[in-house]
């Protein structure tokens, strides 16, 4: 597979056949019907070591089988338990079976438990694409990670993790990709934050629109309606902004409350910008939170934002900060630099605040780096440490003034700019968010010039994840 093509299929279908399950409507379903290497990915055995290593202290480390309906709730369970979430209803059991079939699962069992059959420990893994700049790579999502309470600190997490990313790279893919629960957790295993998130509350009373007023029309549509458009517009978003993940079967669904297991749907309401040839180029869902003290300053809470194009952003941004009874607007999962800051007379009027978002771990340093495009040439010989041993080495790159890279094993000529940094800092790094001279200035790389290696790695479209996995 090459590392700027992912194209994959189910590897496993429920069984779960009530009603019907749908036919694949994403482009990511799809996808799924038919490639090998993600089914292969999903089907390895679980890693030896790990397995070993649990086995020692008197636990099973397993993979389960996404078909057996009582696996899969017990592990449901868990995962339920380890978010602080309530147990699943037999709705979101079902649900889970339908949706999350492409989901490779990890356990860890305890036989000296009361419910040996319980999972102390889970993890989630697939193949899915990762937007990079100027371009897409397959990436090894991870996701569900958690364990029991009662088996916390015992090295749990990290067997499974260890084990888990040494199977990805079995599987070829050249990079690892999640979203954290917390910050301290995942650069331990070479995972760096690649691309942060935005949260903006914009006080509408006092903003004032200064930006554009695009000629298109907005106007409510369905839920339905909304989570037929949503994925062929977010593909068309994800293909030139890094950091986006191909959407996962569910999320949908999950998003529009089209599911069964989907709590409150009705309180959702859904909008779509068409420009004036009638063709859709933006999409929204929100939902209203009165103010019982002030109704003429409620809340509207953007849970999804979807604007393929300058005029879709500027004309579903407006939509919300002129509607009546409205005092705040607030959204999650931006980029750093919205344009939305310049589209208001009252620059305080939105409040940021940032946080770390996705992390992305290089697998394949060579294949990483090939995948994705660069903004100035360069030459450089970079010495790559890594605390798990996967990709550590020193690798000659050259970028031509296309901005493709060659990377091969090797220490380059003469000539190549010496860099030297951790896994983490090269995958922070890879999507252009963080610059070189950043991190070089906080002392995590270390480059006799590194104003150089920024501008080859730097990247104008700014990195984000609209959503978590
Ligand atoms: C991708 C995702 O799913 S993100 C979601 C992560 N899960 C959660 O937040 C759910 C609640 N938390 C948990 O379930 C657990 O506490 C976990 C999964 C975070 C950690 O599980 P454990 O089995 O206790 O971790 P484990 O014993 O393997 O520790 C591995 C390392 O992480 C460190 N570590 C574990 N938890 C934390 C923490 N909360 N903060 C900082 N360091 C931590 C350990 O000190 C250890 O460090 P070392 O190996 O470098 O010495």
Redesign the pocket.
């Known amino acids: 597979m090459s590392p700027t093509t992912c194209t994959g299929p189910s590897p496993v279908r429920a069984s779960w056949t009530e009603p019907e399950p749908p036919e694949p409507r994403t482009a990511w379903e799809r996808k799924l019907m038919d490639d090998t290497m993600i089914r292969a990915h999903h089907d390895l055995p679980v890693d030896a070591t790990s397995a070993a290593r649990a086995e020692a202290t008197g636990l099973r480390l397993v993979r389960l089988d996404n078909d057996d309906a009582d696996e899969f709730a017990a592990w449901q369970r868990s995962v339920a338990r380890?978010?602080f979430d309530g147990e699943p209803t037999e709705a979101r059991r079902r649900a889970g079976m339908e949706f999350l079939g492409y989901r490779r699962l990890i356990a860890v069992l305890d036989p000296g438990a009361p419910d040996p059959q319980e999972p102390v420990?889970t993890?989630?893994s697939w193949a899915g694409g990762l937007s990079v700049p100027g371009g897409e790579v397959p990436s090894c999502a991870?996701?569900?990670?958690?364990?029991?309470?009662t088996?916390?600190?015992?090295?749990?997490?990290?067997?499974?993790?260890e084990g888990e990313l040494r199977r990805a790279v079995e599987a070829g893919l050249p990079v690892a990709s999640?979203?954290?629960?917390?910050s301290?957790?995942?650069g331990?295993y070479g995972f760096g934050s690649a691309a942060s998130a935005a949260s903006l509350t914009v006080d509408t009373k006092r903003a004032g629109w200064a930006g554009p007023v695009p000629a298109g029309r907005v106007d409510f549509i369905s839920r339905e309606r909304w989570r037929a458009l949503a994925p062929d517009v977010f593909d068309r978003v994800r293909a030139v902004r890094p950091g986006e993940f191909e959407m996962p079967g569910g999320h949908w669904d999950r998003f529009a409350g089209t599911r069964p297991d989907a709590e409150k749907p009705e309180l959702l309401r859904a909008v779509q910008y068409a420009d004036p040839a009638g063709t859709v180029q933006g999409l929204a869902l929100y939902r209203i939170e009165e103010n019982e003290e002030d109704f003429a300053r409620s809340s509207v809470e953007i849970s999804s934002l979807i604007a393929d194009g300058d005029d879709a952003y500027a004309a579903l941004w407006r939509f919300f900060m002129e509607m009546d009874l409205i005092g705040t607007v607030r959204i999650a999962e931006q980029t750093l630099d919205e344009p939305l800051l310049w589209m208001v007379a009252d620059r305080r009027a939105v409040t940021v605040t940032v946080r770390d978002h996705h992390?992305v771990r290089i697998l394949d340093v060579p294949a990483a780096l090939q995948g994705r495009r660069y903004e100035a040439p360069g030459r450089f010989r970079i010495e790559v440490a890594d605390p798990l041993g996967i990709a550590a080495g020193t690798f000659a790159m050259e970028v031509d003034a296309q901005g493709t890279a060659s990377v091969r094993e090797g220490d380059g000529d003469g000539e190549s700019l010496p860099v030297r940094l951790g896994i983490t800092e090269l995958s922070a790094l890879y999507l252009g968010e963080v610059s070189a001279l950043t991190l070089a200035r906080a002392g995590r790389l270390s480059c006799p010039d590194p104003v150089a290696l920024a501008r080859t790695f730097r990247w104008s479209a700014p990195a984000n994840l609209s959503y978590w996995y």
């Open positions: 380890g978010f420990a993890f989630a991870i996701s569900s990670v958690t364990v029991a309470p088996h916390r600190r015992r090295g749990l997490a990290r067997a499974m993790m999640l979203t954290v629960s917390e301290t957790l995942y331990r992390y």
